[in-house]
């Protein structure tokens, strides 16, 4: 209850400012081993009914010495195209994400 009435309160606050709010949130793995999808956000009803945009970061494992490859899942739009992934690079040390086509090559 506490999430839903935070998540509407965010909301709110969102259209009377006119203001985008970034509200991160754990989800939980599937059991089977599936990808995570906006159905894995605790409490997601609430969540997932105020959002306008639900990005899902997945990524197998982080490396700590160098790039790690992480899938972007667009899980919700309200005003576009939803349900597909776009491929980023995640660099560690900089703690910054970066286009995988531009990493190419890198090591």
Do not use: C, W, Y
Not at 45 to 54: C, F, L, P, Q, T
């Amino acid at each position: 209850r506490e999430v839903g009435e935070n998540s509407r309160s965010l909301k709110l606050a969102s259209m009377d400012f006119d203001l985008p709010f970034l509200v991160l949130s754990q989800f939980s793995r599937p059991k089977d081993g599936a990808r995570p999808t906006i159905h894995s956000l605790k409490e997601s009803g609430d969540v997932e009914n105020d959002a306008d945009v639900i990005l899902l970061f997945i990524s197998e494992e982080l490396r700590k010495d160098g790039l790690t490859p992480v899938a972007v899942n667009i899980g919700k739009q309200r005003e576009g195209v939803a349900g597909f992934d776009v491929p980023l690079m995640f660099n560690p040390q900089s703690q910054s994400f970066q286009s995988a086509e531009d990493t190419l090559g890198e090591t």
